[in-house]
């Protein structure tokens, strides 16, 4: 629970006022997770050697603030901002207390593919975004909460909301991160017994930067799972992590084919579905899903 004070002595975190920014949104949303309750005053400026005993933090020139020139870096020379370091304070015995098993992996794949990126943007290094519509980052998003011209919205109200916001989206972060990690190790022992071309899961979990970072799956052309859809999904693998080429495309015959006409063209009865781009492929079974891989491998010649 966040409740906001009006007096310096009654909070136990300490952050800027004026205009919001997602470093110290997400910083206050991490705090919250992290001390279950938390009192927050927002000032303009604090000496953080009168409070040794409060959170403060992107204010002050403290430990917790990154407007200082030897302000702490990645080892890529990204600065850390105000959420990067309170993460790299707290964030391993915050997720030993909520039981996190793999805490050093799912810890740093937080800051890698979380925190860094708001980091990253707080401290003026924008991401390069070539599309023809207009695309917000997260930092975007969190920064819509300011009180919007002639709006009359209040300042506090505003900041609450996009701490809520904050604190929802990072907890989907932190199941989505631990799912990940916990699913690595699942397919790593799976690596050790694939075979044909084929890795077959017993149900579907985030397979992909495993198999396209482990030398041992490179020859792995195909992955079959149950769909949510019923039946079984049958994806491609795309050549790399930057390259998202399929090493091995479904036959270009298939293309768009579904039910009847795909089984037709596949001689596999249970076939469903082929997409057009020929990266998906769906069928009833098991078998008829190995079947349509061995199908799709002899047409290749592979």
Same mark, same amino acid.
């Given at each position: 629970?966040?409740?906001?004070?009006?007096?310096?002595?009654?909070?136990?975190?300490?952050?800027?006022?004026?205009?919001?920014?997602?470093?110290?949104?997400?910083?206050?949303?991490?705090?919250?997770?992290?001390?279950?309750?938390?009192?927050?005053?927002?000032?303009?400026?604090?000496?953080?050697?009168?409070?040794?005993?409060?959170?403060?933090?992107?204010?002050?020139?403290?430990?917790?603030?990154?407007?200082?020139?030897?302000?702490?870096?990645?080892?890529?020379?990204?600065?850390?901002?105000?959420?990067?370091?309170?993460?790299?304070?707290?964030?391993?015995?915050?997720?030993?207390?909520?039981?996190?098993?793999?805490?050093?992996?799912?810890?740093?794949?937080?800051?890698?593919?979380?925190?860094?990126?708001?980091?990253?943007?707080?401290?003026?290094?924008?991401?390069?975004?070539?599309?023809?519509?207009?695309?917000?980052?997260?930092?975007?998003?969190?920064?819509?909460?300011?009180?919007?011209?002639?709006?009359?919205?209040?300042?506090?109200?505003?900041?609450?909301?996009?701490?809520?916001? %904050?604190? #929802?989206?990072?907890? /989907?972060?932190? !199941?989505?991160?631990?799912? @990940?990690?916990?699913?690595?190790?699942? +397919?790593?022992?799976?690596?050790?017994?694939?075979?044909?071309?084929?890795?077959?899961?017993?149900?579907?979990?985030?397979?992909?930067?495993?198999?396209?970072?482990?030398?041992?799956?490179?020859?792995?052309?195909?992955?079959?799972?149950?769909?949510?859809?019923?039946?079984?999904?049958?994806?491609?693998?795309?050549?790399?992590?930057?390259?998202?080429?399929?090493?091995?495309?479904?036959?270009?015959?298939?293309?768009?084919?579904?039910?009847?006409?795909?089984?037709?063209?596949?001689?596999?009865?249970?076939?469903?579905?082929?997409?057009?781009?020929?990266?998906? %492929?769906? #069928?009833?079974?098991? /078998?008829?899903? !190995?079947?349509?891989?061995? @199908?799709?491998?002899?047409?290749?010649? +592979?």
């Amino acid at each position: 629970m966040i409740k906001l004070v009006t007096r310096i002595e009654d909070a136990n975190c300490i952050t800027h006022s004026g205009t919001m920014h997602a470093d110290e949104v997400f910083a206050t949303a991490f705090l919250e997770l992290y001390l279950k309750n938390i009192q927050l005053i927002r000032v303009t400026e604090v000496d953080p050697n009168q409070y040794k005993d409060k959170y403060i933090y992107d204010i002050g020139r403290g430990k917790f603030d990154h407007h200082q020139p030897e302000a702490r870096r990645r080892e890529n020379e990204i600065k850390y901002s105000s959420f990067g370091l309170l993460w790299l304070e707290y964030g391993k015995d915050f997720l030993t207390k909520e039981k996190i098993k793999m805490v050093d992996e799912v810890f740093e794949r937080i800051d890698k593919e979380f925190i860094e990126a708001i980091d990253a943007i707080d401290n003026g290094v924008f991401p390069k975004i070539e599309a023809p519509y207009k695309v917000k980052t997260l930092s975007d998003v969190i920064s819509l909460f300011n009180p919007s011209y002639q709006s009359f919205q209040d300042e506090k109200e505003q900041f609450l909301k996009a701490v809520a916001l %904050a604190k #929802a989206i990072f907890q /989907e972060e932190i !199941k989505s991160a631990n799912g @990940k990690e916990v699913a690595r190790s699942c +397919i790593l022992e799976q690596l050790k017994n694939y075979s044909h071309h084929t890795l077959i899961l017993k149900e579907y979990m985030p397979y992909e930067e495993t198999i396209l970072t482990e030398d041992t799956a490179k020859d792995i052309y195909f992955v079959i799972y149950p769909s949510n859809r019923g039946g079984y999904a049958i994806k491609t693998v795309r050549k790399s992590v930057e390259d998202s080429t399929a090493r091995v495309k479904f036959p270009l015959e298939w293309a768009g084919l579904e039910k009847e006409e795909l089984v037709e063209k596949t001689g596999v009865p249970g076939a469903l579905f082929c997409h057009v781009e020929r990266f998906i %492929a769906t #069928a009833k079974t098991l /078998e008829d899903a !190995k079947k349509i891989v061995e @199908k799709t491998l002899e047409i290749e010649n +592979i």
